[in-house]
Structure formats: C-alpha cells, structure tokens
DNA sequence: GAGTGGTCTAGACCACGAC
DNA sequence: TCGTGGTCTAGACCACTCT
C-alpha cells in the first residue's frame, strides 16, 4: 500500500521525502487539480509515519502554492494561478468610471516560427525547434490597454495552432488547462520600461514613442518547467503597483 | 515568573496569544533588536506549555519578520530592515560600469512645517502637528540617480531637526535607530509613473517632463505605527523589477 | 559536552462543513 | 452525526554552534 520511502533521503529530512514523495503523485495525474487529496490521517497511515509529520510535508506543498487546505472539507490540489493577473500591475479608468473586469482579447495573429535561443532555453527544447506566435490586444469597455506577445513550446500546444482564435477565450490560462492539458502553476514577472513604436502605439491608440511599461512574464507548469513567455505593454500613466518591504 | 495569560483570549488560539504576549514584550524593550530571546524551553515551562505550542508562536513571528532563528545559537529579534532597499527597483549602470553599492547622500534642505490632513492621519497626529521636511540627493559614482522627499512625525524625530545635516549617514534607517530609538520593521512601496517637474529634472541631471518612476513609502516601526513618509523619484529607464505570482 | 533549534512520535480534543 | 483539518501535549532523539 505504501511506497518504499520510508528511510529519508541522504541529507533529507523525512518530512522533505514525504513532499516530494506526495508531489511526484500529483504530478503523474494521481489527483487532478481541483480535487482532494486523502486525509492527513490516512496518509499518515498509508506511509507509517506520525500526523505530525506528513502535516509537515503537506505545509510544504501549500507553501509552495501545490496544495490547498479547507477546515473540514480536505486537501485539495491547486487549479492553477487565475486569470487577469496582468491587471495587478495597472489601473485603467473605463470611460463609464470603473473597471476591474476582465478585459477582452482580440488575437492579431497567431504563426509558427523558429524558436530564439533564449527561448529555446527557457523552454528546454533543442535549438532550431517550433514555437507558435501570438499577437493580442486586449481592451476595457471597447479601450485597448494592453498589447501582448506571447510565445508557446511546440509539440505541448500544437492543438492551438490549429484552432481558430475567434473561438479562443478572454482568459488564456484556463483555456491552456481545457486544450493542452497544461496548468500553470507560478509565473514570474519582470518589469521596465520602454517607449512604444509607431506600431505598437498606433494599437494602443496612442502617440509613437508614448511611455510604457514592459511586463516580460514566465510562467510554469506543475512540474517546474517554463511553458510560456509572455510580453506586454501598456500604458506607463496606468501603471500602479504595491510592494511590501520585509 | 509566567504572565497570566494561560487562557487564550476570546476566539484567539493558543499560540496567537502567545505571539502577542510575547511581541508585546519585545516591544516594551525587554530584548533589544539583535539580542537572544531565552529558550524554547524555557519560554514553554515558564509559560505552562508545551515546546510545540511556543514554537507556533515563535514561528508567527518568525514569518512576520519580527524574530530570526538560528540553528544552534537561539532566535534573535530582527535588527530591522536594512539600508539601500529603494536600489532594488532600479538598475543604475555607473560610468565605470558596475553598481550595487550604496548611494551617496546630499541634503537639499531639513525644515519644519505643518502636517497636511493625509500625513496627519497616517502618522496618528492631530491635525495642525509638525513635521520634519527633508530633501534628499542620492548619487553613485557622482551622478545623481535618486530624489526625495522624506517626512517624519515630530516629537519622535526632534533630535534630527537641531543636528546637523552634513555629519548625517548614507542610510537613514540605521541614523534612525541610534539617534532616535526607531527601528523600521516594515515598509509598504507604491510604484507609479510621472514626470519630473523642471526643478526636480535638474537636481537629477535630466530634462524636464522627463518620465520618471515614483515610490510612494510608508515606513512602519515594530509596533505597526507609521513614522515615515517617503517619495522617491528615479529615471523610468533605469527601473527594473521583478514579481512573482503565487 | 552543554545548550540551542529541528525533527518526530502517538496520542488527545476542538472547530468546521456537509449530510 | 461523521469526517475533515486545526490545536495541543509530553515526551524522545538529532543536528548545529560554541567553548
């Protein structure tokens, strides 16, 4: 019934063991995202060790964003980060007053293309390998506000390139969960700033070389693999963000 | 020798009262930042409880940056937040090349004047009470990267109002704990975007309506108390940050 | 070797959520 | 009422740091 980890990796404690223990199983699809996991006490069982301890092990994964606890309901396994997380980094005025909708997005284009080698890097494929190329604007209440490039790993989402984007949704990341089979699970953020060019501006609806901000995000699946780089650009005057110091 | 507290505090765990107890003490300045706080052991004897409850309530404040452990030596009360943290939003590349040291500090100008209605408020003042106004250059290898604009509540920071603005440190957090017994425990950053106005464009060397990033600080002491407000302006392309999500 | 925090056990009872 | 995670106990032994 249970694995055979019962001694602690060298220079692991066994309440580490017990975390990636746990953490390989749901990686292999043991338990999809959104659903409970067994309760403390039967894993505590199942592996022969105390409640205690495989607590330790479980905090560890809600640490790290894998698990999710509920008072009196169970563990269950993340679904994956939201959708219009990009809005944190922005406050943008509707014409009618508020906003914190999410925007709507209009893909451009959407091509294979070679993949760079910082790209190819990032995403662990050989060099000279595909990627699929997205262009999107997204917009708030029929006012563009952000202009998107985003950059996809080939075999994992073949099934988009093939799709038509009139039917794709506002939001991607739960499409890419639907379709491709890939949750996100972190993403890591970058910001700068830059000035637009005449095109990208002309998107925007504002003038050339107008200010913006630069969001150059990666993000990760379940397992800690890059299987997404996104960069968007919006209006540096809208931009408003809050960070704690200690 | 234990506090009376051995019945936690209506709809308050055990270790949360705990945790408040004991970051009440540390605040009445029983330890002293940087100095040991007696054992779990005995914290637990002295308390009545058992080593795995102080140590919840140890790891409470441990999390909320008020206590350190250390393996084998004992847990400490944090020394407080160190100096140069307002470098990590921005990337200044010096004429020589590297960076990453400390900037230098100028003093524009150190008056007294009336606290407006907001600052009144964050600082827990009544309306009509004096502030310390400071004006502040900061500059790597000669070239002015950073203006600000620093204010402080004033009975607690009288003692820089007399003192003389040369013989002041580089860093202020560290001049505000000796001179004045403020440890800042915690700040909160708002970033946005601007443009310098012709007087700020020249102290920094740049032309006017120039774009520039905006940090708006509020500082925080170990009691959760405000007792600085700082603006900070910088060349928007030299900002640099990064964010995780989840 | 003495003292510290870190790990682990095998129980107990409490608080929450759903049936 | 039952099963879940949350709190708490009273021990034990291990790993790190200093003297």
New binding site residues.
Partial sequence: MSTLLNR?LPGQ????SLALALRHRILQGEWVPGE???????LAHSY?????????A?SLLVEDGVLQ???????FVTKGVGGASMMRFFRFRGADGSASTTPHSHILSNRLRTATVQEAQAFGLSQGAQVLHIERLRSLASEPCLLETIVLPLPLFSSLAESDTDAWDDLLYPMYQERCGVVIQKAQDSLSFAKLSASQAKRLRLAASHPCVLVERQAYDMAGSCVEIRTTRGDAFSFKYTAQVQ
């Fill in positions: 602690p404690s066994r309440y580490g409970v996991i067994p309760a403390e006490s039967v022969g060790v105390a409640l205690g301890t495989i607590r330790q479980l606890r509920r008072h009196g309901k169970g563990t």
